[in-house]
């Protein structure tokens, strides 16, 4: 176990500064594990929803939420976007008996709904994998190799490590991605993926992954920006006029 206190202090920062806090991250970086430091998970105030439970518990949700006091933590909020309206009555009590932190793994779709239904109330923090600063230096070579999701950077062995990012990332193209509406087949994102690998520290060109994949580079575009947005990349913009 890693204690990851300086993220832990942000979130409890924000909090105190807001009524609403928004916590994003690529999945399986540590955001739920991270959440449950606050609420434990057999608190009423929890919600997973991938949990059949928790969303049965928010079929009325209005209901469910306005009579709960402290922190309520509501996790993979994206899969119930109706619920950011909810979030910004409760949010304007006058009383103020409870703060929200939800979580989410979707940025461009979650950060827009929580703008819109939120705004002024909102605060958004970003947490990724683990950094050196956590791992310590020391731990550079085996972060450099396995990167910083917590399963990968703890596995036991290498091969442990290797096993596990292959399955995360067949998982992401074969359900994650569907769900955002890429209609594109598992092999193409998985040979797409490739492709951005090998621009890492370069200059991005959408023509050639374009012409290997028999697309249009508007597609591509989509594609990358698909990506950046759940978090598995990082497009860093030219900084010309």
């Known amino acids: 176990m890693i204690e990851r206190s300086s993220l832990r202090r942000a979130i409890q920062q924000a909090l105190d500064r807001s009524r609403v806090v928004v916590l994003v ?3 399986q970086c540590g955001k739920t594990t991270l959440a449950r430091s606050f ?3 057999d608190s009423p105030n929890y919600f997973d929803l991938e949990d059949p ?3 049965a518990r928010l079929e009325e949700p209005l209901t469910a939420l306005r009579d709960l006091r402290g922190l309520v933590v509501i996790d993979e909020i994206q899969r119930r976007k109706d619920l950011f309206p909810i979030l910004r009555v409760l949010a304007d009590r006058e009383s103020l008996p ?4 939800i979580l989410g793994s979707t940025s461009p779709d979650l950060l827009n709904q929580s703008s819109e239904s939120l705004a002024g109330r909102v605060e958004i923090v970003s947490m990724g994998g683990f950094g050196l600063a956590e791992v310590g230096v020391g731990s550079l070579s085996r972060l450099w190799l396995r990167g910083g999701f917590p399963r990968s950077f703890l596995a036991q062995t290498e091969e442990d490590s290797l096993i596990w990012r292959k399955n995360f990332i067949q ?3 074969e359900r994650d991605l569907p769900q955002l509406g890429v209609r594109a087949s ?3 994102m998985l040979r797409f993926w490739s492709m951005v690998a090998h621009y890492h520290g370069q200059t991005w060109n959408a023509a050639e992954p374009a012409r290997s994949l ?3 580079e508007p597609t591509i575009r989509r594609y ?5 947005g759940t978090f598995m990349v990082r497009q860093l913009q030219p900084w010309h006029a």
């Open 98 to 101: 409870t703060r929200f932190l």
């Open 39 to 41: 609420v434990p998970p």
């Open 25 to 27: 991250g690529p999945r």
């Open 224 to 228: 990358l920006d698909l990506l950046d």
């Open 186 to 188: 598992a092999l193409t």
């Open 171 to 173: 998982s992401f193209v």
């Open 214 to 216: 028999g697309v249009t």
């Open 53 to 55: 439970v928790c969303l």
